[in-house]
């Protein structure tokens, strides 16, 4: 294990052992990818939260200085400063614009080379194009090394970048792994910063709509707040079965290609997932860094960075500064997620980028005309049968919006056809 990723797993034990919680580790931060499970892979959701028989409990925690969260964020930019080149992915989003900004900060402070912005440019995409908010970005911190990559077919699922990764690595979670391969190319023998992990440890926990009502009483009257409140108070099985009301709503059409029992179970798995969320805030963001989902992302990252002679940081993961942000944001949290980016971050972006509520969205942009002619002339196999019907998943993929959870399955479909190995069975270990 990393040496820096222990001392700062340590600060998070820390954290929870003072609140009289004990804090499991799931994953053993190898250097290595993860093979998805059949279900992982035909729905690209992880239902649990540790990885059975690959699991540590820390019991003793390490003694150490209170940091703030921003002085934390500044000692975690400016270790990859020191190994040049250093390449922050800036997508024009609150995250990567923040993370940009205070490695901009810290080098200039320091005397370090500044960082590189990197971004990618989805040409013809309307709903990714972050020009207007990347430029605004980028002349309010008088960045001069922003490099775009036009990237056209190239992240696709199937395009020039994903086969030769499949090809190595096999099947993978996330299946899009292989959009690191620039920036990774770039940064060779350097640092690469993103913002992975921003929307989670800033956004909504389950005691944020208790925050909002305590700050405002009229906050309860409005009926989709009180459908948020069955989610996360009350009884464990009540807030189950809001959770299964809610994900049939919201995942039922986006896996309509897999046969209604297996669905079914599926959407009750992921409800009892989420309904074991801890209630106070440090817990909670323990527990999300503790999701399978979250390690398998950041082990198979961290191995593919090492291929390419990488140190890669996702700072908003890094356990200790997620500590530290709980220490500053007390047991209840911030009512708002532009409440948190205000307060760390408001001395180096204008309020107009903190406080932004729009995302750009890239499903399009993985799934071009290079996967849809694939799944054109797709004959229905390397795919599991049992569970998924042929049909309705080719559907899926030549619709108007391809559901990202059906991701898994074209690469699947594809490696099957393109590169099975012994006896035709697809290269999945």
Known sequence: ????????????????????????????????????????????????????????????????????????????????????????????????????????????????????????????????????????????????????????????????????????????????????????????????????????????????????????????????????????????????????????????APLSYLYPDVREQFLVDLADHLTSEPFAVSRSLGWHLRRKMVVMHQEGLTAFSEENDVFHLDPFLEPRFVAAFARMVGPLGLATRTDGMRALFSDVLPDEILSRTSKALFNRGFLTDVARAFARSWDGSGVDTEMVDPALLRSAWLSEWPPSQSFGLLQAAWLHTKAAGPGGSPLTS
Not at 83 to 109: E, I, Y
Not at 149 to 154: E, I, W
Not at 174 to 187: G, H, I, V, W
Request: proline share 6%; hydrophobic share 40%; net charge neutral.
């Open 1 to 252: 294990m990393p040496e820096h990723r222990v001392a700062s797993l340590l600060w998070l034990i820390d954290l929870e052992r003072s609140q009289g919680a004990t804090l499991s580790i799931a994953g053993t931060w190898r250097s290595r990818f993860h093979r998805p499970s059949p279900l992982e892979l035909a729905t690209c959701l992880v239902t649990a939260t540790s990885d059975p028989g690959d699991h540590i409990t820390w019991r003793e925690a390490v003694p150490g200085p209170c940091m703030t969260a921003r002085q934390v964020l500044e000692d975690l930019v400016l270790s990859g400063l020191q190994r040049p080149p250093c390449l922050v992915t800036f997508s024009g989003g609150r995250d990567s614009s923040s993370l940009l900004a205070l490695s901009m900060h810290v080098a200039r402070r320091e005397g370090l080379p500044l960082p590189v912005a990197f971004t990618f440019s989805y040409d013809g995409e309307e709903e990714a194009d972050e020009t207007s908010w990347q430029e605004l970005v980028i002349r309010h911190l008088r960045v001069d090394d922003w490099e775009v990559v036009h990237v056209g077919d190239r992240h696709d699922l199937v395009g020039s970048l994903a086969q030769p990764f499949l090809l190595a690595h096999g099947l993978v979670f996330p299946p899009t792994m292989y959009n690191n391969t620039l920036p990774l190319a770039r940064a060779r023998g350097g640092t690469h910063i993103s913002g992975e992990g921003g929307d989670e440890i800033f956004g909504e926990r389950r005691s944020t709509i208790l925050r909002r009502a305590l700050g405002n009483p009229k906050y309860l009257t409005k009926r989709a707040h009180l459908n948020h409140l069955a989610l996360t108070v009350g009884p464990r099985l009540s807030r189950r079965a809001a959770w299964r009301r809610t994900l049939g709503q919201m995942l039922s």
